[in-house]
């Protein structure tokens, strides 16, 4: 038995929801279409049992609503070309978008990114107009929102790659440290997106990090070495090499407490490298000890001994 709470049977109501209410009709998105919509969102989570909402909150019920509609079948059921129509869908996604913002309303907000998330799979969308309407929700007040905006992103990387790669290259140089941050958390390699893990394949990333691996902002840089821990399961040797490089073209000498060294010592730069490299490469220090004569190498023996990420950053020798 299919549960209620299944991905099958939310793409199932919300096909069934948007015909009885005709929400396409006229391509235009007043103050009672948004309440319907609204409230198809709340009675979608009041459905999912209260112990399964961890992992079925807002979140999971607007990415199914959004791959059950916006379907080349389904939407073919509502319009006769679409390709013509899809400037059209998009105006209603904004206009959408622009009063769940005057609402302040978060579950409809991640709708509408994960609708224009959806429009990516459709070769004639704006990838421009996506991505520009993208950034501005990217850097919200609001974190919730911030991360769901980095799935029109993800989109993109299935299904138009370079150009979508092209953008995060873009970003890489923003002077907004939340769009700076958008382009290392798009990337992070989870099932989805395999090629992120592949040697052979990620160089663009590769480089994207690189660029951001001694960002002033302390919530980008952890984000780079978040994206890099992740790869360093599935790639560490690689891992490692690329460490070993950066540091050598910062010109920073290895030493025994490299990871120790403040930022008086190592200069803003170097300091700020260091301290996404102790954060990327954390997984080895703890999981992986056959990599630790290799690490010892890039980091310095302070590191490999005593670098803990919550009681001792800096990775300072016990006191005797």
């Not at 096909?15 to 969102?41: A, D, P, S």
């Not at 009675?43 to 609503?65: A, L, N």
């Not at 953008?167 to 989805?192: K, P």
């Not at 052979?200 to 951001?212: A, F, G, H, R, V």
């Amino acid at each position: 038995m299919v549960s209620i709470s299944s991905k099958s049977k939310i793409k199932e109501r919300t096909l069934e929801f948007w015909r009885k209410f005709t929400i396409w009709n006229n391509m235009e998105i007043n103050t009672h279409k948004y309440e319907l919509i609204n409230q198809f969102l709340q009675d979608e989570y009041s459905i999912i049992p209260e112990k399964e909402r961890v992992g079925k909150g807002k979140y999971y019920i607007t990415v199914s609503m959004a791959e059950g509609l916006i379907t080349q079948k389904n939407l073919g059921t509502f319009f006769p070309n679409i390709e013509k129509n899809i400037p059209k869908i998009l105006n209603f996604i904004q206009q959408l978008l622009k009063i769940a913002e005057e609402k302040q309303n978060t579950f409809v907000i991640f709708l509408g990114l994960c609708f224009l998330g959806q429009m990516i799979k459709f070769e004639t969308t704006s990838m421009k107009r996506v991505y520009n309407i993208v950034k501005k929700w990217a850097n919200h007040s609001t974190w919730e929102i911030r991360e769901v905006s980095c799935y029109p992103i993800r989109i993109g990387l299935k299904y138009r790659k370079n150009d979508t790669l092209r953008t995060l290259l873009e970003l890489t140089h923003s002077s907004e440290h939340n769009l700076r941050r958008l382009a290392v958390e798009s990337l992070r390699a989870s099932a989805d997106l395999k090629w992120l893990r592949d040697p052979s394949e990620n160089q663009d990333m590769i480089t994207i990090l690189k660029n951001l691996n001694h960002d002033e902002n302390i919530y980008v840089r952890k984000a780079t070495g978040n994206n890099l821990k992740d790869l360093s399961k599935y790639i560490p040797e690689k891992i490692l090499e690329l460490a070993n490089e950066w540091i050598k073209e910062a010109n920073i000498l290895i030493s025994d407490d490299l990871a120790s060294k403040t930022k008086k010592e190592l200069g803003k730069d170097n300091f700020n490298l260091i301290w996404t490299l102790k954060h990327a490469l954390r997984w080895i220090q703890a999981r992986n000890p056959e990599y630790h004569p290799q690490l010892t190498l890039v980091m310095g023996s302070n590191y490999v001994q005593y670098f803990h990420e919550k009681t001792n950053k800096r990775a300072l020798p016990k006191k005797k």
